[in-house]
């Protein structure tokens, strides 16, 4: 995946000190990959191999919103899983430059605290510059929310584990726009998919989501291997079928 013709023609330059960064940076950037389709089965499959893919229909998860939910996703558990997650990684930096473009980027973003990591690979694979951004300012010295450089005029790529419903997301967008920088873009490794304001209220917010994987395919994934017992399954499809409405009956038992 890694090798281009770019990496290819610097290889043949005569000048390996001056280039060795940059021959660096072209073997990392990916130049190929499978269809958007058989990467969402693979990271999919992916996921359930590490067990960072908890169904639960007796004693439902609670989200961040206070809410029930059958389904529970660790996408933090990745960092220990060297191939996946190079793979992932690999994955998403041509996700995004298949949407987006190659050269569209200045910089890579990471969101407080998963997301750091994911944007340290990114911006790597990418040969961008990146920062990191806090939930909120750190309260002493500085008081930085931002740390790195980051100019005014920057096109800002924000990485994150996953989405649930996309707000989280804009906090960190709007500490981007007041450095003078744009944010018009942010990749994820997996992306809930099934509550429908999600991608309208980042696209209102002037923000395109790029991802891997939702739980549809984790879930036609789980069903194809087994993976949970049939009762779990159906349980688990419903919710996915119509979250609020299973949310709210679990709310009233």
């Known amino acids: 995946w890694r090798k281009s013709a770019s990496a290819h023609y610097v290889n043949s330059l005569n ?4 280039n060795t960064n940059l021959r660096k940076c072209l073997k990392m950037i990916p130049s190929s990959s499978p269809s ?7 990271t999919a499959r992916m996921l359930l191999e590490v067990k960072a893919v908890h169904f639960n229909s007796d004693d439902p998860f609670i ?18 899983f060297p191939r996946i997650r190079s793979s992932l990684m690999d994955f998403l930096t041509v996700t995004v430059m298949r949407n987006v473009g190659y050269e569209a980027f200045d910089s890579v973003a990471g969101g407080e605290t998963a997301g750091i990591p994911f944007a340290a690979l990114m911006a790597e694979r990418m040969a961008l510059p990146m920062t990191y ?11 930085a929310r931002i740390e790195g450089l980051m100019s005014e005029g920057q096109n800002v790529l924000l990485v994150e584990d996953l989405t649930t419903d996309g707000g989280s997301k804009l906090s960190f967008v709007d500490a981007i726009r007041d450095t003078g920088a744009a944010c018009a873009h942010t990749a994820v490794i ?4 099934i509550f429908q304001e999600s991608e309208k209220m980042l696209s209102d917010h002037g923000v395109g989501l ?7 395919d984790v ?14 399954l ?6 996915l079928t119509d979250p609020r409405a299973w949310q709210n009956v679990r709310k009233s038992t």
């Open 210 to 216: 790029h991802y891997l994987c939702t739980w549809w």
């Open 234 to 239: 159906h349980e688990v499809e419903q919710f």
């Open 190 to 193: 997996f992306y809930y998919g």
């Open 63 to 80: 989200l961040a919103s206070g809410l029930p939910s059958p389904t529970y996703i660790d996408c933090r558990k990745l960092i220990s």
């Open 219 to 232: 879930f036609r994934e789980a069903k194809a291997q087994s993976a949970f017992d049939s009762k779990t």
């Open 36 to 42: 958007p389709e058989e990467i969402a089965r693979l």
């Open 133 to 143: 951004i806090r939930k909120k300012p750190k309260g002493y010295g500085r008081n």
């Open 15 to 18: 000048y390996p000190c001056v």
